[in-house]
């Protein structure tokens, strides 16, 4: 979206349309529930668990710090990574809301 246009939406919307973007990948959601099965790694371990090549796992995880849904810190010559709990739970909060509105509507469709 163009920088222009963003002052067109609250930021409630722009949080949420941008943590829907950092889980609009499977590759994305792997990332996730690894980091929260294991609680932190480093981007050589993801490669080696999903398989797939380090650069593209590297993309993945800048989009994810990103939209603030991971962190990572510096611990030799590795990255390690590992989920942001104050942004798990603002997006959890966000998503449980936006999913909320929906499911308390009565209008049937059409």
Not at 34 to 48: A, Y
Not at 50 to 73: P, R, V
Not at 74 to 101: H, N, Q, R
Request: proline share 3%; aromatic share 4%; glycine share 6%.
């Amino acid at each position: 979206m163009g920088a222009s246009k963003t002052e067109l939406f609250s930021k409630s919307e722009l949080k949420l349309a941008s943590f829907a973007k950092a889980l609009a990948h499977p590759a994305r959601i792997a990332i996730l529930k690894l980091l929260l099965k294991k609680q932190q790694c480093i981007c050589g371990d993801l490669v080696n668990e999903i398989q797939l090549a380090q650069s593209t796992i590297s993309q993945h995880l800048n989009e994810l710090k990103k939209a603030g849904i991971i962190q990572g810190t510096i611990e030799g010559p590795a990255v390690c990574y590992c989920i942001d709990p104050k942004e798990w739970s603002s997006m959890s909060e966000i998503l449980g809301k936006f999913i909320g509105t929906a499911q308390k509507s009565k209008n049937n469709c059409c």
